[in-house]
Structure formats: structure tokens, C-alpha cells
């Protein structure tokens, strides 16, 4: 599948890989999270952690979260932008400024698919991640960036 993918067709990819993941995982909430922290190990101080052997507190909803955003995202939503850079205002309250660590969590949570797909995953699921998480990614770069204004 070429780069012109119409945006429904990257929401079923991803729909089918993420069902897929699902089914040979379960909860991949905590595979993405360590894959996140062995990526950006400083992260985890920005998290609540009573118990080291659970994803830190509120994570369960982020992923929900973002896995909405991708979603309607690939089937353009227009709400997607906004939400975006309000998750990247809200965040900054958090000390989340860096905006490495948004590409980061999002290339964890696809490895995460992406092996637990193993031999399933192939070029047309990987372009459709690639595109969809580019496209909430460019949302929050202005916002997160460093020395942008913290919107209170």
C-alpha cells in the first residue's frame, strides 16, 4: 500500500493490528510502558508508581486515550489537532517538555504491536502507524518544545 493510504484505511490497519496485539497480549499497557521507560528511563519519575510491578497510575486511561486519538485521527476527526495540543498544555503543568518524549512513548507503544504481531506485522501496517503517529505528533512539537509558552 503506497503513502496515499486514504485516512479509513490506516483506522482499519490499525484497528486489525491493535485486535491482533490484543488477543496475543492482553493488556499491552504494561509491555508499552516498560518499553517507554527502557527508552527514556527519566520518565518514570514523572509518574505515580505505588507498585513497580504495574503500569504507574493513570497510564490504563492514556492509552485509551491515545488509542482514541489515533483512531479518529485516521478517520480525521477534526477535534484531533485541538485535543492534541491541549494533552501537550496539560502536560507541560506535569514537566513533560521535552518533545522527544511524545515520539518516544508513541515508538514504544508500536514496537509493542508490532512484536506481539511478530510475523503478521508487514510494510502496510507499519506505514499505517508511521502516518497516523506523525500526524498526532505534529500537534504537540510547537507546544511541547522547549521554551514554549506553559498556557495556564
Excluded at 10 to 21: C, F, G, R, W
Excluded at 29 to 39: D, H, Q, T
Excluded at 99 to 119: E, I, K, N
Aim: net charge negative.
Amino acid at each position: 500500500m503506497s503513502t496515499t493510504t486514504q485516512p479509513t484505511e490506516d483506522a482499519a490497519l490499525l484497528d486489525a493490528s491493535l485486535e491482533i496485539a490484543a488477543a496475543r497480549g492482553g493488556d499491552i499497557v504494561p509491555a508499552v510502558y516498560a518499553r517507554f521507560f527502557v527508552l527514556r528511563p527519566d520518565a518514570a519519575e514523572l509518574f505515580t508508581v505505588p507498585d513497580p510491578t504495574q503500569p504507574p497510575l493513570g497510564c490504563g486511561q492514556m492509552m485509551f486515550e491515545i488509542i482514541n486519538l489515533l483512531m479518529d485521527s485516521a478517520a480525521g476527526k477534526p477535534y484531533v489537532a485541538s485535543y492534541m495540543r491541549k494533552i501537550a498544555i496539560d502536560h507541560k503543568d506535569c514537566r513533560v517538555a521535552d518533545p522527544v518524549l511524545y515520539t518516544q512513548f508513541m515508538a514504544a507503544f508500536r514496537d509493542v504491536v508490532a512484536d506481539l504481531l511478530g510475523a503478521d506485522w508487514n510494510e502496510t501496517y507499519a506505514a499505517a502507524w508511521e502516518r497516523q503517529c506523525a500526524a498526532l505528533l505534529r500537534h504537540v512539537q510547537e507546544i511541547a518544545a522547549p521554551g514554549a509558552a506553559c498556557l495556564r
